[in-house]
């Protein structure tokens, strides 16, 4: 995950990692402001410049982490740990395994197939300070990560976005198999830009209800020259319904892969993947037990991860809500102290602090209407 937004205010260490791009020129294309100074509209959202590849070495990460025990949402005291737990340290405890997400270090195989090479390292930077997250593919040039990549919570203002963006899909070591592609476009929720989420008590603009964003690439260049990024790598799919919980012992959970780029685990140079059991938490949140950290902010956590197979039907039929690839969040922020490992998502859905109003779309679904209108050629 990326470090946490460098405001101050945030009390989580974001899952970004800086790296060290020139700064590009931001413009707030749409952005409107009324009296008062708030961004009016469904979101916020500006236009960017993106960094030249040769800044891309070096990166720190951005997200943000807990400061205790207290502020995880719904906290039981269960404990986190590969394997269930250590016996002794409390029931219910919430299993993960954390491993490589390629078949060996030299060989970038399998983050090269789909579906996982529709996740990939996103590069930001402001004010010439530069930092690592995590994004996917979820659209013809249409990308999701987390705001706090992008934006420094409740600023309130079009310079609380970064400048520029890169995102390098399936990355591993140095290796851009699928190209590099410059970002032209970034939107997040209006509750995230002037600060009026809902936050778990005491954490200022972490663990938020809607700590996402979406942007949008150019075209390909070099060897994908003018060709959408869909068509390069493929996409997930977007799951912002209550659909994908179901209720087991007493939580409403459901089963999460995650995949992201930590700046703890090789360097944070290849793709890593966690698969555990989800909680879904007050406030519109995902808790998961997993090993990643600053790097991994922004990285898809998704349901039914995988390939299909053949399936004889008559022998085994489908489960149902059996749809493959879906994301349900994006990874917001941490929690360890040595032995708890925990990471939060915001959750793809409906919440009370946006969208607002009658006939509301989900907070993931505004987003992508938002970032289409605006650039009807990503779409």
Not at 156 to 172: E, I, K, R
Not at 201 to 226: W, Y
């Amino acid at each position: 995950m990326p470090q946490i937004a460098k405001t101050a205010r945030v009390l989580l260490v974001a899952l970004l990692l800086p790296l060290g791009i020139a700064a590009g020129a931001v413009q707030a294309q749409g952005l409107s402001f009324s009296a008062d100074g708030k961004a009016v509209g469904m979101a916020t959202r500006a236009r960017a410049s993106a960094p030249t590849p040769a800044q891309l070495a070096h990166a720190r990460s951005r997200l943000p982490m807990l400061a205790s025990r207290s502020q995880i949402p719904g906290f039981d005291g269960i404990s986190s740990q590969a394997y269930g737990g250590n016996p002794g340290i409390g029931v219910g405890t919430p299993p993960f395994t954390t491993k490589a997400a390629y078949s060996s270090a030299t060989v970038a195989s399998p983050v090269t197939l789909a579906p996982w090479r529709a996740a990939g390292k996103l590069t930001v930077t402001k004010g010439g300070e530069d930092f690592v997250c995590t994004a996917s593919v979820i659209g013809k040039r249409i990308l999701v990560t987390a705001a706090h990549c992008i934006f420094d919570f409740g600023l309130n203002d079009s310079t609380g976005f970064y400048d520029s963006f890169v995102f390098q899909p399936a990355l591993h070591d140095s290796t851009a198999r699928y190209g590099s592609w410059s970002g032209v476009y970034m939107t997040i929720p209006n509750s995230y830009f002037d600060g009026s989420d809902v936050c778990e008590p005491g954490s200022v603009g972490v663990v938020c209800e809607n700590d996402l964003a979406v942007l949008v690439v150019d075209v390909g260049t070099g060897s994908f020259a003018g060709r959408n990024i869909v068509d390069v790598v493929g996409k997930f799919g977007i799951n912002a319904g209550l659909s994908a919980f179901t209720t087991f012992l007493g939580k409403s959970a459901t089963q999460i892969t995650q995949l992201g780029y930590p700046v703890s685990l090789d360097g944070g140079l290849r793709m890593i993947r966690t698969d555990a059991l989800g909680i879904r938490q007050t406030p519109n949140n995902i808790l998961i037990g997993s090993d990643q950290t600053g790097g991994s902010s922004g990285g898809p956590w998704i349901i039914n991860f995988g390939t299909a197979p053949a399936r004889d039907a008559a022998a085994n039929p489908a489960p149902s809500n059996n749809t493959g690839n879906q994301i349900v969040g994006t990874t917001s922020w941490g929690f360890t102290d040595g032995v708890l490992k925990l990471q939060g998502a915001s959750r793809f859905g409906f919440n009370t602090a946006f969208p607002t109003g009658t006939g509301r779309l989900s907070n993931i679904q505004t987003l992508i209407n938002q970032a289409c209108a605006d650039n009807p050629g990503a779409c």
